[in-house]
């Protein structure tokens, strides 16, 4: 059995807290690791009823940043740190927003893909063959 235990990480509910007082929801998780079952226990509730506002969209100026930083082969968490330095905080863009935008670019730009079926066909293409009579 493992438990896990989730609290509130809404930015809305912690806006609308008081300074000393969290948002009072939060959730238990049971997953039985055999049969797979999870039983959810769900206590109190939050402070306001509404989701976190969307991150913005990355810049065109961050994208040109990005593109030039992932052609480099850099991941894309040191990317989002790279942005962050002289940004605002409220204007840096989420990691998963970053993490979209580099693999879309490395796929369609710089053809780094991980593609099972073309690396098969390769292989399958390079191997050795008896007709040469080498090794």
């Known amino acids: 059995m493992r438990s896990q235990i989730l609290s509130c990480a809404s930015r809305v509910c912690s806006d609308a807290c008081e300074a000393q007082w969290k948002c009072q929801w939060w959730c238990k998780v049971l ?3 055999e049969s797979s079952a999870v039983n959810i226990y769900e206590i109190g ?5 509404g989701m976190d506002p969307p991150s913005g969209k990355l ?3 961050q994208k ?7 052609a480099d082969g850099m991941n894309p ?3 989002r740190n790279a942005l962050s330095f002289n940004v605002p905080e409220d204007k840096i863009p989420h990691l998963n927003k970053v993490q979209i935008f580099v693999t879309h670019f490395r796929k369609t730009e710089l053809n780094n893909t991980d593609d099972l079926d073309m690396l098969a066909q390769v292989v399958k293409d390079k191997a ?3 007709k040469s009579g080498q090794y």
């Open 31 to 33: 997953t039985c690791l």
């Open 45 to 49: 509730s939050h402070e306001v009823q």
């Open 59 to 61: 810049t065109v100026d």
């Open 64 to 70: 040109k940043q990005v593109r030039e930083l992932a």
């Open 77 to 79: 968490a040191r990317i």
């Open 128 to 130: 050795y063959t008896s």
